[in-house]
């Protein structure tokens, strides 16, 4: 008897890969990081973690000492927060809190808010790049009012002041059509005092700009922390003092030198020819002493 012919065997669907599953926001956010939630992801993984016990109060402690303060949460990544009794969930939670405080104060500046508020502006750079582990450099572009028009990082990594030409962040300031910039870098070492590189740079960038007409408001620099320095404050604080001690140089040597006549009331010239007045007599005829009263 023949044997009838097998149909041939579908082989199983192969399952999806782990990057092509299905991801909570938990597990997206540490995987790509809180930028890639959305407010409401965000705010749900805030909300999901919301217990309060012994053991997280104890590794609440553990990371505050760890980290050294409070403020070193701001700008802090993943494998910063990693501390005995903080498993990915809380860890979720906190970094969600920080990028909503991020975005919070983001939307303090919206777009066309005037940006004369310096403080505000560098809240939210501190916020936004201080925890970046390399160097970042950036623009606000800013309209005829100080608003904002479009904010951009140009620059990533080990990229020396000197290296980076003012030609490419105006050329880029010409086709947003801004009127002026911000610039901003970062300093991961957690310094924000400018280095001469970064002096030089502001004032190189600062003679570029008055040369095509669209104005260097400030250079900041933000690191870890929330820290941050306003360079273009720094350097016309540092010239005013070199000029208040100039001046002070100036007008003690001119003391000096017209002391002798001052005190006469003369010229040099007229002091040197005037003869000296004879002493008046006193009545009694005779000099130098003084009648009785």
């Not at 990371?63 to 501390?83: F, I, P, T």
């Not at 809240?123 to 606000?140: C, I, K, N, P, W």
């Not at 740079?201 to 008055?210: G, K, P, V, Y």
Request: glycine share 10%.
């Amino acid at each position: 008897m023949a044997s009838q012919p097998t149909s041939p065997t579908l082989a199983a669907p192969a399952p999806p890969a782990p990057s092509e599953a299905a991801e909570g926001p938990v597990e997206r956010l540490l995987r790509s990081g809180a930028r890639a939630l959305s407010d409401v992801e965000l705010l749900g993984v805030v909300l999901s973690a919301g217990r309060l016990d012994v053991p997280t109060l104890a590794a609440a402690q553990r990371l505050l000492h760890q980290l050294g303060g409070l403020d070193a949460l701001v700008g802090a990544d993943r494998a910063g927060l990693r501390v005995d009794g903080l498993d990915d969930r809380l860890r979720a939670s906190l970094l969600a809190s920080l990028e909503l405080a991020t975005r919070l104060a983001r939307a303090a500046i919206p777009e066309r808010a005037c940006l004369k508020n310096r403080d505000k502006v560098a809240r939210y750079l501190a916020l936004r790049y201080g925890g970046e582990s390399q160097e970042v450099m950036g623009v606000l572009f800013l309209d005829l009012h100080h608003g904002l028009v479009a904010e951009r990082e140009l620059f990533r990594g080990a990229l020396g002041r000197a290296a980076v030409e003012p030609g490419a962040i105006l050329r880029e300031a010409l086709r947003q059509r801004a009127v002026c910039i911000i610039v901003f870098h970062t300093h991961p070492g957690g310094s924000v005092l400018p280095t001469e590189e970064d002096m030089n740079f502001t004032d190189r960038m600062r003679e570029a700009c008055d040369q095509v007409g669209i104005p260097l408001v400030d250079h900041l620099i933000v690191a870890p922390g929330g820290r941050w320095q306003s360079v273009v404050a720094l350097l016309r604080s540092i010239r005013s003092m070199r000029r208040t001690t100039r001046r002070g140089k100036a007008m003690r040597q001119t003391s000096i030198r017209g002391r002798p006549s001052r005190q006469l009331g003369l010229k040099a010239s007229e002091a040197a020819s005037t003869p000296a007045s004879p002493s008046p007599r006193r009545r009694g005829g005779i000099r130098g002493t003084r009648e009785p009263c």
